[in-house]
């Protein structure tokens, strides 16, 4: 970061210029170390310049808030202080949006603010989840303890994130293959071929009717194709994050065949680990559930998990709560959830949960992975079939009528 600055020197001389730091502490710590002697210091900005990198666009993944969190508790475990640490992993760190964030977040923590508080300022890169965690450690004194918490838990989410994302590109990158040979036939090859085929005289077969009438269409009428594509893309894409939308979406993925039970192992997994980490850190119990409802990214399993919370700070039990949702809430997890409670380790047995529907949602990935390659191909063969039989079949005809 660049800082402008006015100053003195020994002689009282003003001297008025820029400096690059990483925060203004530095900036005046090296502005001392030149026997300048600063009456202001301020950042720099540029607006309409080049440098604002147009940062609407920089994305930060969730791979590199992982990586990030992991060699940050591995720097605060070896007694580096939280500053230092920071600043040296925004050294590393290529992602400029994020680089920046973070030597804001070690310039806030030289100046006082606790590092809670630093990184609760930038929410859309550090859930409360993990916020909350951070602020547990510093009330506790085991912050490096707790760091480690935040990168296993966060490196199960993307593992399980990233596995089953890994299960549906292959079926996106073939259907949009057979799209495009779809289109290129369907707009280039048959209109050259309609001509020979109706100048046979002979009666086309249904099937060749049925592709000229989608080519004849898909040509003289593209722009109601591209409209309703459009139509189709952006209310799949804007939708679901309208809060009716969400609401609508959430419940729909829950009650559809297979995936429906893929979708319950994972909210299921994901409530059963931030529940436990967040426990193991020292939070109450009922933070700790509205923390959970916040993260769990379903509002089906929100509603839930703030009703259970409202009923534990009526007394009640958490499986008190969970028993009232069999068609969301498996009887395995409900009874695991009532032995940690009896036997005063909950956090441990939630973390059994974990393991358990972990194994769940890998069998299932790896299952469907299995299926769903003979699926395609079945259907992109029969999809092949019918071009093929709509131009063939009257080029069959017209050749054994002139054999």
């Given at each position: 970061m660049k800082f402008t600055y006015q100053a003195r020197t020994k002689e009282g001389e003003i001297k008025k210029g820029t400096i690059e730091a990483i925060s203004k502490i530095v900036a005046v710590d090296l502005l001392h170390k030149n026997s300048l002697y600063p009456t202001s210091v301020s950042?720099?900005?540029?607006?309409?310049s080049l440098n604002m990198e147009i940062k609407m666009f920089e994305m930060i993944s969730s791979k590199e808030v992982v990586m990030f969190t992991r060699e940050l508790s591995i720097m605060?475990?070896?007694n580096v202080p939280p500053a230092k640490a920071l600043e040296a992993l925004g050294d590393q760190i290529t992602n400029k949006a994020f680089k920046e964030k973070i030597f804001k977040i070690a310039s806030d923590i030289r100046e006082g603010v606790t590092m809670s508080k630093s990184f609760s300022r930038y929410p859309k890169v550090f859930s409360?989840?993990?916020v909350n965690m951070i602020r547990s450690g510093e009330i506790s004194g085991t912050l490096p303890e707790v760091l480690k918490k935040i990168a296993d838990h966060l490196e199960n989410e993307y593992y399980i994130k990233s596995k089953t994302m890994g299960a549906m590109i292959y079926p996106i990158v073939v259907l949009v293959?057979?799209?495009?040979i779809f289109l290129v036939v369907i707009v280039y090859i048959i209109p050259g071929l309609v001509e020979v085929l109706e100048s046979s005289g002979k009666e086309l077969p249904l099937v060749t009717k049925i592709v000229?009438?989608?080519s004849n269409f898909a040509i003289n009428y593209w722009w109601i194709v591209?409209?309703?594509?459009i139509g189709i893309v952006s209310f799949i894409a804007y939708y679901p994050k309208t809060k009716e939308g969400k609401t609508v979406t959430d419940e729909l993925m829950l009650k559809l065949p297979i995936i429906g039970n893929f979708q319950k192992n994972v909210c299921m997994n994901r409530f059963a680990e931030n529940l436990s980490t967040l426990l193991s850190s020292g939070k109450p119990i009922t933070e700790a559930l509205e923390v959970t409802g916040d993260l769990i990214g379903n509002d089906i399993y929100q509603k839930i998990i703030?009703?259970?919370r409202d009923g534990v700070l009526k007394g009640k039990k958490i499986s008190d709560g969970l028993v009232k949702y069999p068609k969301y809430i498996s009887p395995l997890f409900v009874q695991m959830i009532a032995v940690g409670e009896s036997t005063g380790k909950i956090?441990?047995?939630l973390m059994n949960v974990v393991r358990f529907y972990k194994t769940e949602i890998e069998t299932f990935v790896d299952s469907i992975s299995n299926i769903i390659e003979p699926v395609l191909i079945l259907g992109l063969a029969g999809m092949v079939g019918i071009l093929v039989a709509a131009v063939f079949l009257p080029l069959y005809q017209i050749g054994s009528t002139v054999g």
């Open positions: 950042e720099e900005t540029k607006i309409g605060i475990e070896s409360s989840f993990y293959v057979f799209t495009i000229i009438g989608v591209l409209f309703l594509f703030l009703e259970t956090s441990e047995t």
